[in-house]
């Protein structure tokens, strides 16, 4: 059974560019979360996607952004980078959207380095 | 609200030593607690989680953890350590039917483990 893949594995963009960045779920999961590791602010909660809604935001600008397809493959845009969103993201899928935290858990991908000169 | 600590940003042991790993957390209402684990350029591996059944959990790679609610602890150990076992370790915690976005992570523990 194939993992949760992110692609690119790594980016060099400029600032001012945009990016996007493609998480592709475990098959049968429905629920991707997207998370920003940095040094200074470890893990911090980007955004979560369930039945190509939305579901929740956490405290990051608008320039961050994402959407999920029918086919549960997720992707997350930064316009106007900045050299402060140089990081790893993450994302991570599970089978549903609620009570799945501690019933069936969430399963990370690899990552996508981002590195902004 | 929850919040999580770990105590110690750097651990190291030597090979065949214990491994502990400290935890603790602050929650309002009942938690769920994970503990993952990151190698280099690498995503998190879930080691172990607390789901309010036993208190103390088992996990994979010879890595346990125990619920200790009266001291809001959750401490990973590991009886011999093993030069694998050299990585960073996050514990987090949640509510319990919760989403995502209510995950809280540490700051991680590195992980050294000496020949």
């Known amino acids: 059974k194939a993992g949760v893949t992110q692609t690119p594995r790594y980016l060099i963009k400029t600032r001012g560019q945009q990016v996007t960045l493609s998480c592709s779920p475990i098959?049968?999961?429905?629920?991707v979360s997207w998370y920003q590791q940095t040094p200074g602010q470890g893990l911090q909660f980007l955004f979560e996607?369930?039945?190509?809604?939305?579901?929740n935001k956490g405290n990051f600008p608008g320039r961050f952004s994402g959407r999920q397809f029918s086919n549960s493959r997720s992707e997350m845009n930064v316009s106007t980078l900045e050299l402060g969103d140089s990081a790893l993201y993450l994302c991570?899928?599970?089978?549903?959207?609620?009570?799945?935290?501690?019933?069936?858990?969430?399963?990370f991908g690899s990552g996508t380095r981002l590195t902004v000169v | 609200a929850q919040s999580v600590t770990q105590l110690g940003s750097h651990v190291s042991v030597s090979e065949g030593a214990l491994v502990l790993l400290r935890c603790n957390y602050s929650?309002?209402?009942?938690?769920?607690l994970f503990w993952y684990v990151q190698y280099p350029n690498q995503g998190l591996q879930l080691l172990l989680k607390?789901?309010?059944?036993?208190?103390l959990v088992k996990g994979i790679n010879g890595f346990e953890a125990e619920f200790k609610k009266s001291e809001t602890s959750f401490h990973l150990t590991k009886p011999s350590a093993h030069m694998s076992d050299a990585a960073e370790y996050f514990c987090?915690?949640?509510?319990?039917?919760?989403?995502?976005?209510?995950?809280?992570f540490g700051s991680g523990t590195r992980l050294s483990i000496r020949p």
């Open positions: 991570a899928s599970s089978v549903t959207f609620r009570g799945s935290t501690g019933n069936y858990g969430y399963t």
């Open positions: 098959s049968g999961h429905r629920s």
């Open positions: 996607y369930f039945s190509e809604t939305q579901r």
């Open positions: 929650s309002s209402v009942p938690p769920y």
């Open positions: 607390y789901t309010s059944a036993a208190t």
């Open positions: 987090a915690v949640s509510p319990s039917d919760s989403s995502a976005s209510k995950i809280i």
